[in-house]
């Protein structure tokens, strides 16, 4: 036989093997394999949602907030020019004085000037950097008040890049977690989670991290606003929320602040009194409430909770966001013994924090983590760049340590550009998985075993190359598909089965053309290689045909859509292979050297 045929079989039998390899562990139970064979080939074929069960759940994303965060950062930009343009300003009269950046609604940041005149620094030169993102929409001369809104464009841009961006950071948390080849897409305004193969006990703790929005903020407390008093004044007799008196004082200067919190056993109370609150009492556009829950202090003769929810009066624009977050990592509070999370800002996370603690030394800071203050720190001087968050549970230490390496993964994964709500969530059951995988097996034997028959009957030795080819065909295949841990779904196994039937067509192609050439009276070596180069580019355009049909599928379809066309592409790479390569050398290993070929053909 000629050289190149033992270095094709040497060569098509290490890809027989290696491919019998990489197959072992998903057909082997893990127990029954030696030690050393797992060390080196332990990926295997995952099975999708259909198959093996698992979690089904659907997100709406509230874009609104996403929305409102760009404008803050956009009120923070702003804010620090034109401080920065104060500070270099060398004419007297350029200088910007008494200059406070507040947000109201969704989409509008309001600059208020002490002196009316320097409402111009806000022209058309300094607008230009704003170009295609904010809009001046009004401008009050007299009040030194302008008002700037963000475009609808961008405000269009920044929801779609939450719903892409929302993909790609639960993509990255559930990765974390170990859960395989799972589901994320974009419906509408919604992100559908599909994770297969997860157990029960997991169900509750991946639901807390993919729904954890991870936003931190940093906003002053306005204590000492009238507001809060004339709130708890109009407090209902038989409410379940009390009002309570505080008091504190300025570490440097000693001024006293007295001011007055709202607190009741349960948060939605709050919410709903603030909720239901008419004409002055309604709380002012740029000013929110944040809420924290509190370890309520036990009184005597009194049944109190150890759990309490109390209010802050907070400024609405957040100066510093965890946008600027460069790493977080759990630690230990010295005094109480308690876990936490502390954090490290960029270079211009650090910059902010120095502005925002520098211009509000002896006030209050609440730092905010999904809308849920953590702390409130009296800031005793200028911050940098660390910083610390306080777990605000209560209950097991191990369960509290569990929260903080928790919030440290989704802080590093980054945080969601908006919050998220469960609107729908189902588990499907591993009962209806093992009905339909061995429906789905008794399907593919049925057609395997009725193509074989068929080729062995019409094509005789022919047939029985082409079925040998087939067998290699779906053991490449699958092979491929473990060494990548893929995710084998039911649509999966449908381009199992098709790709059955096209491996049979792409050698039917060859063996007609075969057939014709032995018709026109050539030895079985002359066919052979006549038929084989002559329908080559047939076989080959089909399957660049069936190939970009599957880039299609894979690129615009999702869940189940994209199962099929990865095995389908898989399908239509590793049966050119043996259709065409295989194929030929095993006709090569019948027909042997061109001095002693066979005078017929059994085909």
Do not use: C
Request: zero cysteines.
């Amino acid at each position: 036989m000629e050289r190149s045929w033992w270095w094709k079989a040497v060569l098509y039998g290490l890809v027989t093997i290696v491919a019998g390899l990489y197959l072992v562990p998903s057909v082997t139970p893990e127990e029954a394999l030696p030690a050393f064979f797992k060390k080196h080939f332990q990926k295997r074929i995952q099975l999708g949602l259909d198959l093996q069960g698992g979690l089904h759940l659907v997100y709406e994303v509230n874009v609104a907030k996403a929305v409102s965060s760009k404008a803050d950062r956009l009120a923070s930009e702003i804010e620090d020019r034109l401080k920065k343009d104060d500070k270099d300003a060398k004419e007297p009269g350029a200088k910007i004085t008494g200059l406070s950046v507040s947000r109201e609604g969704d989409h509008d940041i309001v600059l208020m000037f002490k002196d009316p005149t320097q409402t111009s620094a806000v022209n058309e030169a300094f607008m230009r950097d704003y170009r295609n993102q904010l809009d001046v929409v009004d401008r009050n001369a007299a009040t030194g008040t302008v008002r700037l809104r963000i475009e609808p464009d961008l405000v269009d841009e920044v929801q779609d890049y939450a719903l892409r961006q929302g993909i790609e950071t639960i993509r990255g948390r559930v990765d974390k977690f170990g859960v395989a080849e799972p589901t994320i897409i974009k419906k509408g305004a919604d992100i559908i989670v599909e994770l297969p193969g997860l157990k029960a006990s997991d169900f509750d703790r991946i639901k807390s991290i993919i729904g954890r929005t991870a936003q931190l903020e940093f906003k002053i407390i306005d204590d000492g606003n009238p507001y809060m008093k004339k709130v708890a004044a109009a407090l209902p007799k038989d409410s379940p929320i009390e009002a309570v008196p505080e008091s504190w004082s300025e570490k440097d200067s000693g001024q006293q602040h007295d001011d007055v919190y709202l607190r009741a056993k349960n948060r939605a109370d709050l919410e709903k009194f603030f909720a239901g609150l008419t004409g002055e009492l309604v709380v002012p556009q740029d000013r929110e409430i944040g809420y924290e829950e509190v370890s309520a202090q036990q009184e005597k003769g009194t049944a109190a909770p150890d759990k309490m929810w109390r209010t802050y009066f907070l400024k609405r624009r957040a100066v510093l966001t965890g946008e600027y977050l460069s790493n977080a990592e759990q630690t230990w509070d010295q005094q109480t013994g308690r876990p936490e999370v502390a954090f490290e800002l960029d270079r211009q996370g650090a910059g902010l924090m120095e502005r925002l603690t520098s211009e509000n030394i002896g006030r209050k800071m609440a730092i905010l983590l999904d809308d849920k203050v953590t702390s409130a720190p009296i800031i005793e001087g200028r911050i940098g760049s660390r910083g610390r968050i306080t777990l605000g549970g209560f209950g097991d230490p191990f369960q509290m340590q569990q929260e903080a390496k928790d919030l440290v993964a989704v802080l590093r994964s980054g945080a969601l550009p908006a919050p998220l709500r469960k609107t729908f969530e189902t588990q499907v059951g591993p009962t209806m998985g093992g009905d339909s995988v061995q429906k789905a097996k008794f399907s593919m034997y049925i057609g395997a075993g009725a193509v074989i028959l068929f080729m062995l009957i019409y094509y005789r030795l022919a047939g029985l190359i082409a079925n040998i080819a087939m067998v290699l065909n779906m053991l490449f295949m699958v092979a491929i598909l473990a060494a990548f841990e893929a995710s084998l779904t039911l649509p999966g196994i449908a381009g199992l089965v098709l790709t059955i039937g096209m491996a049979v067509d792409a050698n039917i192609i060859f063996y007609e053309r075969i057939r014709e050439e032995l018709r026109l009276g050539k030895s079985p070596r002359s066919a052979v290689d006549a038929g084989f180069s002559r329908a080559f580019w047939t076989v080959f355009d089909a399957h660049v045909t069936n190939f970009v049909a599957g880039v299609v599928l894979y690129s615009y379809g999702s869940g189940p859509i994209k199962g099929f066309a990865v095995t389908l592409l898989v399908g239509i790479i590793t049966n050119l292979f043996t259709s065409v390569w295989v194929s030929r050398w095993m006709f090569e290993l019948v027909i042997g050297r061109k001095g002693a070929a066979p005078a017929t053909l059994s085909i």
